[in-house]
């Protein structure tokens, strides 16, 4: 007949792995012991086993527990105590684990303070312990504290915990600013002439820090010298923005066809003549149009001591925008995806004149905006700029490399590029290009030569620029850091990422690895350096590129690795208006994590839980300052809880 006891600690052990294996939110209503296979998974791997089943898990935390109190249990058995005693003293503790199992605040205790976690389920436990007999009481404590080590030991591998790590960042600022503000008042009568001092002396000097001039946001760089082809669309553009009438203009083209780079010419053109205000702005989503205004308001020196909400806050910039003096401004929306993305975001105002670009042309006709369309090249440009670029004579040679690449503009010169760099022959180019498996890396809901085109250059370009790369003195090493770093541009945010993130100045050879890349123009600067991106279709490229090398984890990985390394700068920075700049890039990277489906599998990494709540620590001092990215964290996050897939092996990587 088996031990009472030891199936009491087996019926634990079976609530502990419940607990577990619970669903990260109380509204799915169940447990998802016996049908969460893959969550099982996680837990399995935990235990360092890769193929147990749910009943084997629920076993295998049984037999921790009791080797863990069997000293207890064979101590009070040698001193009389009842067995019925001991079982029930395991039923409190069932209980116990019952009532906390939604306790999303005790799951990160158990995780950030692991070594004083038993004294919080002490804590907890001791109500429960009052219905313990006495002579079990030992018992109980020894079971709590085992029950305390396992929970601590699996927590950080529990499917909740990712979820309650994000709503950590969004929570308990509120009653600490409470708290701020009764102190606060307690000393209203002290400071009350103080602040009225500092009122008229704001008032006094409010013109004075109203700023001349403004340009705003991190533009792409402006391409120069053999990559730079002179478009008829920019002759357009240039006739259309000096006229103060013309107050909407929309490039509207596919993907690589050169619309940034014009609308990027235009702003540093009126930059250069020194217009009073050129502000790029991020619109890949209405919650990046409003992040970036609302940056916008604060560089503009719009007052927001009174912490308003983000939409206020948008609100305010666009009226300042509207009721300023007639002088010359631009703002740019880069990368529109949809024309109903700018309702109620759209500024005016005499002398405003704002360029969007866009892969969608529908709606722009209907809402009082001229459309310039942007196309490919005509073919005998394209053949003239890969004949002069090149230096080659070869005429046939150009003329079927454009027609191999649908003389898209970014396709033509990444491919003129890489062959005048390395050397070679517009015809051997080709060849490589029809010799690569492109239909691996083609989207398939689309059939586009031209983005067949432009994959193939991009992955052709890869290719040889890492052959070349791997022959240079160390070439492995520097190989290896440049994988890094497209690695982290493919998976963080599609707006691009810090620059210092990615290359160590003290470095020489990852300072090289990032100017190779840079040469190659596999990667882009900001005109200001302080961003890298990638282009899009080359990230997709790349994307499939690695997971069909069996690469995706280590370049997920990578990615993670990228982001802990920007909050640990953030960390180390002592300069405070430094420091929240650098944690608002870590969250803007956190956010497009969230939402950009490619990029989930970073949410995965145990490191970036806890760079997120390294960073928390110092974003509660200055809330004011996060309240733009809040109400986006708070959508984001809310979708993210909707969608979901637990069950999806894509939502469950392993990583640091």
Not at 5 to 14: H, L
Not at 442 to 466: A, H, M, R, V, W
């Amino acid at each position: 007949m088996p031990d009472p006891v030891v199936v009491a600690v087996a019926n634990v052990g079976v609530a502990l792995t419940k607990v577990l294996l619970r669903a990260c939110d109380n509204s799915l209503g169940a447990d998802l012991v016996g049908d969460g296979q893959e969550i099982v998974g996680i837990l399995s791997r935990a235990l360092r086993r890769t193929d147990e089943s749910k009943g084997q898990i629920e076993l295998r935390v049984s037999q921790a527990l009791a080797t863990r109190t069997k000293a207890m249990r064979e101590r009070c058995s040698s001193q009389g105590v009842d067995p019925d005693l001991l079982s029930g003293a395991c039923t409190e503790v069932e209980i116990i684990l019952e009532e906390i199992a939604d306790d999303g605040a005790l799951l990160l205790s158990a995780v950030r303070t692991p070594e004083s976690f038993p004294e919080t389920l002490r804590e907890y436990a001791a109500r429960r312990r009052m219905n313990v007999e006495a002579a079990a009481e030992p018992y109980f404590d020894e079971l709590v504290q085992a029950v305390a080590a396992e929970y601590s030991a699996l927590a950080p591998w529990s499917p909740r915990f990712q979820i309650e790590a994000f709503k950590s960042i969004l929570s308990g600022i509120d009653e600490i600013q409470e708290n701020s503000r009764l102190s606060l008042d307690a000393h209203a009568v002290t400071h009350d002439k103080l602040d009225t001092l500092s009122s008229k002396l704001a008032e006094v000097a409010h013109h004075e820090n109203k700023p001349s001039r403004v340009f705003f946001g991190s533009r792409p760089d402006v391409v120069t010298g053999d990559r730079y082809i002179e478009r008829d669309e920019q002759k357009h553009l240039n006739v259309l923005i000096v006229d103060p009438t013309e107050q909407r203009t929309v490039l509207v083209g596919m993907r690589g066809c050169g619309k940034t780079q014009l609308a990027a010419s235009l702003a540093k053109q009126c930059e250069d003549a020194n217009w009073n205000l050129v502000a790029w702005i991020n619109a890949v989503s209405p919650d990046t149009i409003q992040s970036d205004l609302v940056e916008l308001a604060k560089r503009l020196k719009i007052d927001t001591s009174d912490q308003p909400a983000q939409d206020v806050i948008v609100r305010r910039c666009l009226d300042h925008l509207k009721s300023a003096a007639p002088t010359d401004r631009l703002i740019v929306f880069d990368n529109v995806e949809d024309i109903n993305h700018l309702r109620g975001l759209m500024p005016n105002g005499n002398g405003l004149r704002v360029i969007a670009t866009t892969t969608n042309n529908s709606g722009w006709e209907y809402q009082d905006w001229t459309i310039i369309k942007v196309g490919v090249f005509d073919r005998d440009k394209s053949i003239k700029h890969l004949l002069d670029v090149t230096d080659s004579e070869d005429h046939d040679a150009a003329d079927a490399l454009a027609e191999r690449l649908g003389d898209l503009p970014i396709a033509v010169t990444q491919a003129s590029g890489t062959c005048k760099r390395l050397e070679i022959s517009l015809n051997y180019f080709n060849t490589l290009l029809n010799d690569l498996p492109i239909e691996e890396a083609l989207d398939p809901t689309s059939s586009s030569k031209d983005q067949e085109g432009i994959i193939s250059t991009f992955i052709t370009s890869y290719n040889l620029t890492f052959e070349q790369m791997k022959k240079l003195e160390k070439g492995e090493q520097i190989a290896h850091i440049a994988t890094c770093i497209l690695q982290a541009l493919c998976y963080l945010s599609d707006s691009g990422i810090p620059t210092r993130w990615l290359k160590d100045d003290g470095d020489l050879y990852s300072l090289k690895a990032y100017a190779l890349l840079v040469d190659s123009s596999l990667i882009q600067q900001s005109h200001d350096k302080a961003i890298t991106r990638i282009h899009r279709l080359c990230s997709y490229a790349f994307r499939k590129l690695f997971s069909r090398n069996n690469e995706e984890v280590t370049a997920l990985q990578t990615a993670a690795n990228c982001l802990q390394y920007g909050a640990g700068l953030a960390y180390d920075e002592t300069e405070p208006t430094k420091q929240v700049s650098m944690v608002k890039d870590f969250n803007r990277q956190l956010l497009s994590c969230i939402i950009q489906d490619h990029s989930k599998g970073i949410l995965s990494s145990k490191g970036v839980h806890e760079a997120m709540n390294a960073m928390l620590a110092i974003q509660i001092p200055h809330r004011e300052e996060f309240s733009d990215l809040q109400d986006i964290a708070e959508k984001a996050i809310q979708e993210l809880l909707l969608n979901w897939d637990w069950n999806d092996p894509a939502h469950h990587y392993e990583l640091e």
